[in-house]
């Protein structure tokens, strides 16, 4: 069954560094989120990307925050200058149709543990 | 408007018996309800998700109830087994890939469900 792929599993950083964190989306997908999870509490949206854009965001996906999409393989997000209140899971996600309107729908990878120091 | 209320935190359930996860919504353009399974380390996984044109769904021994009017929704696992022990999240969407949606999840707070033997 197809997966999406997250790397690393875990990356612990200080305080004010910046991290990337890596994902590859199931290939026929044309949707990617960004989603985290800290500690023993919900998943919370960060960002949606779609067409080479970022399509939505939420409050938490603040200036420190971004996506890219640098081949037709990978999903990044960075971290510019990471706070500790940055740790956290964070799980990429990808999603879509395809010509004949099948819906895969949304298949979550299985995280990035970020400790921030 | 953008919450979901899931009940209970944790829940407890003998091997065999129907395990009941309750969640309550606001945003009445919600129109799709996945319930997630996530075990320690790992991303959320699929489990089953309804819209609402029904009022049930059922897939093996997990069933979906969907009140439209209540703004309701709940899973129902049946014959639960001690492999069932997981985090269990609830979620609403505008549909995912339907017209143009980014179907960007907002997530319950969680139960862990323990399933003992």
């Known amino acids: 069954e197809p997966e999406v792929t997250q790397t690393p599993s875990h990356q612990v950083t200080q305080m004010g560094q910046e991290v990337i964190l890596r994902c590859v989306p199931i290939?026929?997908?044309?949707?990617f989120y960004w989603y985290r999870q800290i500690l023993g509490q919900k998943v919370e949206f960060l960002v949606s990307?779609?067409?080479?854009?970022?399509?939505?965001k939420s409050e938490i996906f603040d200036d420190q925050f971004s996506v890219e999409r640098p081949d037709g393989s990978n999903f990044t997000l960075k971290i510019r200058s990471t706070k500790l209140e940055d740790s956290a899971m964070y799980f990429c996600?990808?999603?879509?149709?395809?010509?004949?309107?099948?819906?895969?729908?949304?298949?979550f990878g299985s995280g990035t543990r970020l400790t921030v120091v | 408007q953008q919450q979901v209320k899931q009940s209970p935190q944790s829940l407890i359930v003998q091997k065999g018996g129907i395990s009941i996860i309750n969640c309550a919504y606001e945003?009445?353009?919600?129109?799709?309800f996945p319930w997630y399974q996530q075990f320690p380390g790992k991303g959320p996984a699929l489990l089953i998700a309804?819209?609402?044109?029904?009022s049930e769904k059922k897939e093996g021994r997990f069933t979906i109830s969907f009140n439209k009017s209540a703004k309701q929704f709940s899973l129902h696992i049946m014959d639960s087994q001690p492999g069932d022990s997981a985090t269990y999240f609830c979620?609403?969407?505008?549909?995912?890939?339907?017209?143009?949606?980014?179907?960007?999840?907002?997530f319950g707070k969680g139960t862990k469900l323990s399933v003992k033997p």
């Open positions: 996600a990808s999603g879509g149709k395809d010509s004949l309107g099948t819906n895969y729908g949304y298949t």
């Open positions: 290939s026929n997908h044309l949707y």
């Open positions: 990307f779609y067409n080479n854009e970022i399509s939505e």
């Open positions: 945003n009445t353009a919600f129109d799709y």
């Open positions: 309804i819209r609402p044109d029904v």
């Open positions: 979620a609403a969407s505008i549909a995912p890939f339907y017209g143009g949606s980014q179907g960007n999840l907002i």
